[in-house]
């Protein structure tokens, strides 16, 4: 199925103006992590990892002494400082905005905590179509401090570095919402999904145009790229992505993508998804660590040669980033290096058979809290090497 069969009607959330908005942003961005997105040469290659700011970082634990996660994320100088935090001591291609997927719901009025050492939960599950049709859509001057916050962020960033936005993908952010919380198995979302398809497509409806406005507000606040994390996607079979997941997802990517700016797709535990993945309109796939950068490829190429058969050769191969497993980290400096010479050797390895257009380094999910910072930089410098 193509991205094209995937399209809905998304009139009443489309970029009022996409090129005006793309005309404020930083005109003079010149970074490897756009050269690799765009099938160029990068002059290094490009790393950030996810999950970058937080607590592997003395410096974060600091500004967040007394200061809530989630009134953290509503404080703009805060949001800059954080962000920033791992790009200085890093010295990372790319920053990624200190926010989280639960963010804009919070602003439009959502009764949720971020609590600490858990996550995300919410006060009223919302399992009924009556709670569906009570769940606020966010307006634009809700997230006015993260329109400030970013402005910080882009007045300290180097022409070569860029800014990453993000929100969470529908099925993700829902889980949260009808599980009251983070779940290991998603039973309870997955259970409604199957029992009460019409309940679920309504929830995936209402979502859908908060996640595309939280992107929006994002990339007409000036950032470089967006990443739309579909973390608890794995869970899926390729088959209840389709249907319940993809078409949503699509419609997101189609309303961005007028802005020009790359799309990131990341999902864990997603090797049985990444060419469904690929096809909803990302330019960048994100691999976790349980598949091979160069079978991931091949699985993207693959995907694409089938939903395109008649496009050009560059529309069949996307950028992918990835893949080293955040549990390495904590295996000694040549374990490390072993595994990132791997790794960029089946990125390369792919980039030259046509089936990748770039490769951008990124973990496989996100830094542990326990990461020593120092493993982290050296992990950057070594990359930077390669
Ligand atoms: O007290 C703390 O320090 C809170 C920990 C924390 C942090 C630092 C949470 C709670 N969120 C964040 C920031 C965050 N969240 C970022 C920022 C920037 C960066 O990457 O450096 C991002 C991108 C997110 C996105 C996010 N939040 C995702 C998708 C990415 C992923 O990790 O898969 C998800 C699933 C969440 C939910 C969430 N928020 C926080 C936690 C601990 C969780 C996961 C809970 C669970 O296991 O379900």
Redesign the pocket.
Known sequence: MSSVEYALDSGAIFPRDAQAAASHRRASVDAPFLAAVRGEKPSRRPIWM??????SLPE?RAV?KDVG?LEACFDADLVAEITMQ?VRRHDADAA???????VPLKAAGVDLD?V?G???VVSNPIQTIDAVRGLPIVEREQLDPIVQGIGGILGELRADQVLIG?A?APF?VAS?LVEGG??KNHEVTKSLMYSHPDIWHALMRQLTPTIVRFLQMQVEAGVDAIQL?D??AGYLTARDYRQFVAPYTAEIFQAIKPYGVPMIHFG?GTGELLGEMAIVGPDVVGVDWRVPMDAAAARVKAALEHAHPTAKPEVKAKALQGNLDPAVLFAGEDVVTEHIRRINAEADRAIERGQARGHIFNLG??VLPNTDPDAITRAFEEVHRS
Not at 96 to 102: A, P, T
């Open positions: 996810m999950r970058q700011a937080g607590r974060y967040r996660m791992p990624i905005l200190f926010s989280d997927i639960v971020i600490p858990r996550g995300p993000f969470g993700t949260y983070p779940s994390f973390s608890w864990v999910h996100g």
